[in-house]
């Protein structure tokens, strides 16, 4: 190339990038193909620590460009003779300083990917020539940017024998740690470090001290498993969460490095892994989390929020019915930010993976609309794998499949490439062989000083990250008043005062609804007052009524929109909602379905649960009262289900008041799912109910006893609760003093006083009547051993819904005969 | 081609044949190109009413005998002079008799389909010669043949015109039927009436008068809200269970016509359908069965086993996991007989698929091992879709999907195409006009005349062929007595007399073990003794312990082997089951996972108990027992929710006899799915326990008090009543009354007599104590007011079992010290 023929043009908007010019992160060149002369627009990203250029097609398939380098096209002169040197200059001063080659990514023509030229160490040296100082960094200040961290390990054979020698500390850290637990899965680990290692120390952007820092990328070892990986690499890159103690309590009580890896006890986990497929459905609401933030904040000249989404998956993941869904999802919405290492070692508990999965996952994710890239050697090609990661930054608009080939239990010379090291300590003789064999001296949990040495920039590097990024929010907070109040509701969570004045009120005049069309009133009030309010159903949106009708669909090319559409995918729905809640405080994702297909989704409810994840699950259709749909459809047990399950709260509204009261305590709850069973047939609002008493959990509506001793109390939730009125009306035409008392959530009642509780439900009325279109398991406890409860203990039928009731003997009359049975 | 060049080898066995001839269905024939007259030995099947060729891919490729027919291969002068007429030449008189001519399939060169030659109109009508009739049927036998049920609709205008009609008569009685009930679905009917026609009339063999005849070809509608198409077709093809009264009755209560095809409540429907993708998973299900019973019983000269599944799978179904689970495993295994239609009408209840459902479904499908054939005109294209499924048929190493692109609502001006005619009547107004459009000028639920009659034949025609089938068993019985007695009892379900002696017991000196491992003592106990007895687990079968040591593994090569490998796919392992479970009374699948896994497969096990599949759920790792691994997989609350699912057997032994115990009242509950609840951990044989006691599921196993009135009762389950025991033991030492109650079943205790209940737990004895390792929530009914319920209320944690029992308070001490407050 002749010097002196590049043109650059910054196309990027620099007006207040000043000392952070490194955020500086695309620009577009002229330049001439090294062959032939060919004069091309090129678009150079420097994102994430490389140098990628976009090339059309065309000219890459005539052979145009291929070779190029950012050496080769910029040279010291060029920078030299230019009289007014730019940001971008600046920029490409790094380009200029050593002599990277071409790598063109798996012969693919679309897009090259080329490697940023490397430095002569492992750590951070300085450039060889700086002959502008006017806006570059000072040499101490260059080896503290972060960008330059990818550019570090590519190079001369030293190098790559200090990288190995991070990824078999990884490897041990792992089998050490399993070995002292006798208890725990080394197999993942010691295939996975070589990946594990690049991303942590050379590719993510992280703060170690603040593993909560909001633009940080994320990952996700969704063969959680094996979190021996990730415990090893937040203790080498210097999380305070795993010390080398925590190493050694591995699987031990209180400990905070668990058998599986747990958003709430570890900081620095992002989600809780371990049920196989969770963790890249997780992912995919990571992603869609960023992505739809980015379009809502991201200004021209400040992109705010940009950050990676990293997975690692197994075959275990791969065969489960949610990884599908939700990568199906993650297809269609083009989550290009989306990047997920499948972990190929053809090895599952049950042996070899032949004997069940021999289907191909390249195809099967090509057809779901990603981009697949295949790692042959994932045990030392270093290079195939930070190539890939490449390649799979250069595609925007599809999520990128790797799947990285690897041996499980790499390194163990006996138990290598066998299920037998999946999922059980080594032992001590074949954790001796794997020391000799991988040439490991050292004693068990120990970090070599130079290991430790090279990851210890991650802690300065990653508090200059967040500086800078809180310097670049500061400046936006500046222009984009509004934007930035809104965004930090969303990053720190806190609600903006007074949103719960948004929540609609009713009188008993107000006219009978369904709780469901009264739950989407809720909705779309308070998306005006909750900046991280968004959702949808799984394909029964107009059922559900779950659309905000101030918003559009979140598709591909509308991500600022708030109206997920799930398509019939339940499980990943309820997935990809704990990654969104769990993606931001302030996030706040609602998904629906009919109540009785909950059972589709319980793994991920169960999760939200676990990780303290605020899902509210709005789950229409929530009994018999759904009709002729029939048994398929007709929830029984579901509400005692959720019921026994630890840390959800079950809501069960019987009307408008009760409704927003729902909501209200589902948005307060911070560290806890919510459901809210609600009834496809319209109710009437009833007198006495309020949002207060839902938050009490149970209250009474009414009662025309005095001294807290009714001779009858009679308890509904949600729909049932007008037949407990109309019942206790006609017992009072009798001279019956009778007191009603919905029952909303069993949770939050069982969290109020006793005394409290025993206002309620004194312990001197035995006479108590309950009323739910649900199975009567549990209600033994309300009701006391006199009391009785009146429920559904069968599968419910095809009919109208009136029909069904009369049937099953859900009616007034019932409810009159019971009652007058015990009072 | 040149008369008298071509040579028939029989190579079938034909030995027992004689008047079922027309079962004889494939013979290898030396004929020649009529092109160029090149010679090949050509294998033709005759199986399932059409002549299907294999032809070498190179021959194909080259051209040669692509335009072949079965017509052209004989003519009547080579019949007629031939000295020795045989079975086949029987059989190829069939081919003779008019001029079908010849349709390659969909431009595949490695296998081409030949229609067979039609006859002159619908009706079947006599062969135009028949040159011998030494062992031809007469003419009324003909007219009965089963196997010319194909040829019939193939042909003059006339006929596709009759064909419509009945394709009309199916929309109308869907949209009928649906318009009275003011609810339903009439969409999918309209839109897959033409394959629903053709499968039904043409290519499915069934008996109409006995819907369980066992070599039925079985059919699935996954997309169950589709049924009316369903029971349209099995109100024409003269099933009892849906008359003209019934589709009246449409959805409501007590009808056999409810909202969803329910197996339990219409006979012909063979499985329960509605929640979306459990009927593929189930179809994948009744082809496993078929193939491992046709490997397994079938003979060289009696393949008594030979079926094919149909399933019709909507958009819906496509997005749910448990579909791509399953069907990735009927990939792996090549089900070849299974053959499924996705009705690809781009709708579904949110609106156009491409709203949330982009990904490629044919490159997946692809990718999951199956051929995929699409049929572009679903609509009016009763070719294509014939031609599609005798390609299918002729692949028989995969599984197929036949893409049928059709538009729902098909025939509706005003909502064809759009999700308003999806799931709510048509309307009176759009009704009218439809019929308009159509030409449909009947009353509603009116069948025409020559519609009716032409569907009259399948009556005799069924129960011909399953008198044929009869024949054809009678004969296996006398040639293979052992293998008969054992089909026999798969398919009448009754069990081998004295099975139950095979069930292992134990005695207090019997070496402590794992519940796991008891279980897996049974299983391999039982397998000796149950011919219907298979299964496996979800990629943990040596966590599980569920491996039959006497048998290999059923894979695609060797299906007659009775380990299934479900891989990690939980939720299609359940749906699988409970299609094995309801393809024969008498198989018996088990299926396996970590206990608190079910929450991925709960919507199937949900299936299992409303459609009555006797499905044995050995679910393992049943409590914080297991340790290490943590909340993530620890079971809390899963007790609890399946004791309030109805039909559900919720069992936890406790030792070795309850296990035995457990076992037997699984395999004895003929229409009730069983879940066993297994430690990992080792347990001691309990003295006291017995199979008898868990036949009542929950009996005293000590007291050492007197006239039923113990001071205190403790009551335990699986591996808390050792805890349980342990603390008697020291009440008892301190002069106490104790009785120990083992509580392995809520539902069998709930089923006996209240004087057994009283013998058990006298209303008098207020002083109760339960311990559980799982959520309290439904124990206040057992233990009372009074009484104490000792369990786990929170989620786990991860550390060794001992520590976490000791944590949380499962120890005999916390039972002493609540069984001292109480008495």
Known sequence: MKGGESKYDIATHNEKINESWWLLDWLRVTTTCPHCLLHLNIYYELKSLSFLFTLPINKAAEGHFLSLSPASLFDRKTMASSSSLTLSQALLARAISSH??????????????????????????????????????????????????????????????????????????????????????????????????ILYDEVMRYNPKNPYWFNRDRFVLSAGHGCMLQYALLHLAGYDSVREDDLKNFRQWESRTPGHPENFETPGVEVTTGPLGQGIANAVGLALA???????????????????????????????????????????????????????????????????????????????????????????????????????????????????????????????????VHGSALGAKEVDATRKNLGWPYEPFHVPEDVKGHWSRHVPQGAALEAEWNAKFSAYEKKYKEEAAELKSIITGELPAGWEKALPTYTPESPADATRNLSQQNLNALVKVLPGLLGGSADLASSNMTLLKMFGDFQKDTPEERNVRFGVREHGMGAICNGIALHSPGLIPYCATFFVFTDYMRAAIRISALSQARVIYVMTHDSIGLGEDGPTHQPI??????????????????????????????????????????????????????????????????????GNNPDVILIGTGSELEIAVKAADELRKEGKAVRVVSLVSWELFDEQSDAYKESVFPSAVTARVSIEAGSTFGWGKIVGSKGKAI?????????????????????????????????
Chains 1, 2 share one sequence.
């Open 100 to 197: 990277g080659s071409a790598q063109p990514s798996d012969h693919r023509v679309s897009l090259s990917a080329l490697s940023i030229p490397t430095f002569s160490g492992l750590k951070s040296a300085a450039p060889r020539s700086s002959t502008s100082r006017r806006r570059l960094p000072t040499r101490s200040t260059w080896n503290h940017q972060v960008r330059s961290a990818a550019v570090e390990t590519i190079g001369t054979a030293a190098e790559t024998s200090l990288v190995e020698k991070s990824v078999n500390t990884i490897r041990f850290l792992a089998i050490d740690a399993v070995e002292k637990a006798n208890s725990g899965h080394p197999g993942l680990p010691m295939g996975c470090a070589p990946m594990g290692h």
């Open 290 to 420: 960023e992505k739809h933030l980015a379009a809502r904040f991201n200004k021209p000249d400040n992109e705010i929020i940009d950050h990676y989404t990293y997975v690692i998956l197994g075959d275990g993941c791969q065969m489960e019915g949610i990884a599908n869904e939700a990568c199906s999802l993650a297809g269609h919405w083009g989550l290009g930010k989306l990047i997920a290492f499948y972990d190929d070692n053809h090895i599952s508990i049950d042996g070899d993976t032949e004997i069940a999965f021999t289907e191909s996952v390249d195809k099967r994710f090509e057809g779901l609309g990603w981009h697949v890239i295949w790692v042959k050697n994932g045990n030392t090609g270093y290079d195939e794998i930070r190539a890939a990661i490449k390649e799979a930054k250069a595609v925007k608009d599809k999520p990128t499949l790797i799947k990285v080939t690897t041996t499980i239990g790499y390194g163990s010379p006996n138990k290598a490439n066998s299920y037998s």
């Open 637 to 706: 047990e579901h509400l005692a289900s959720f019921r026994a399950m630890p840390n959800v709260l079950m809501l069960r509204p019987a009307d408008g008041n009760e409704t927003a009261g729902a909501y209200k305590v589902a948005v307060l709850k911070r560290k806890t799912p919510s459901i809210l069973a609600l009834s496809r047939q319209k109710l009437p609002q009833l007198a006495g109910t309020s949002i207060e008493g839902v938050e009490k959990g149970g209250y009474i509506i009414s009662d025309n006893s005095s």
């Open 791 to 823: 429920g559904i203990d069968r599968f419910g039928a095809s009919a109208p819904a009136g029909r069904i009731y009369k049937e099953f003997g859900l009616t007034p009359e019932a409810v009159i005969a019971a009652a007058k049975e015990l009072c």
